[in-house]
């Protein structure tokens, strides 16, 4: 009688062979799963990322849309008590709901020497806000994003410097005698930063209206671009 017995084992070859698929099998399950876990880890930073943008242009929208039109008083009370530069911005805007009922504070967004963009506030009732040479190295600070590159602040509105009465985007809107009507902040990131900020346009609620550049839609009164 040929063939092997009931009783036998498999033979050293045999199994060999066995342990070779067997091998292979878990080497094609691990990478796979490497690779969906590798996915997952890109996803959920994307994510996380998109989600700070979010909240960052959500709290600067917030704060913009609140501000103020307060005269400054040491020079006159011909202009407002703000300063709108290309890289920065000091304006006064009521505190955060979770901080209300409180003063009004002064803010000032700039990006750091860390590259950190970073909203930094004092209430207009602390008296380093009427000191010369205002500096917010020592006020509350919120850090918005880290890694930022390069702020660009542009404000809409006319020109009193000139003799054109045509809104326009402006670099620096400072010793005005009223607020932008739209303040556009772009922010870029360094090369290879996967993280988008898409241009944030607010309109201050207190803004006089006029006309809107054609590329933004003019908000209502009283309503947030």
């Known amino acids: 009688m040929t063939g092997r017995s009931a009783t036998s084992g498999f033979s050293l070859a045999e199994m060999l062979v066995a342990l070779v698929v067997v091998a292979l099998g878990a080497l094609l399950m691990t990478s796979a799963i490497g690779q969906v876990g590798y996915g997952l880890a890109v996803w959920v930073r994307s994510d996380t990322q998109s989600s700070q943008v979010a909240a960052a242009q959500f709290a600067l929208r917030q704060r913009i849309a609140a ?22 911005f000091d304006f006064t805007a009521s505190a955060p709901d979770r901080d209300a009922p409180d003063a009004l504070r002064r803010y000032r967004l700039q990006r750091d020497d860390a590259g950190n963009l970073v909203l930094f506030s004092l209430s207009t009732l602390d008296p380093r806000t009427a000191a010369p040479g205002l500096t917010a190295q020592k ?28 809104a326009a985007w402006q ?13 556009r902040i772009s922010v870029r990131f360094a090369d290879g930063d996967p993280r988008v900020w898409p241009d944030l346009v607010i309109h201050p609620r207190a803004a006089v209206p006029e006309a809107c550049p054609e590329d933004t839609p003019c908000p209502s009164s009283g309503a947030t671009a």
Do not use: C, F, K
């Open 67 to 88: 501000m103020q039109p307060l005269r400054d008083m040491q020079g006159g009370g011909t202009s407002l008590d703000m300063s709108g530069r290309g890289e920065a």
């Open 139 to 166: 006020w509350s600070h919120e850090t918005l994003l880290a890694g930022v590159a390069r702020v660009e602040i542009r404000y809409w509105g006319r020109d009193q410097t000139s003799n054109v009465p045509v």
């Open 171 to 183: 670099t620096l809107w400072t010793h005005r005698s009223a607020l932008p009507m739209l303040v």
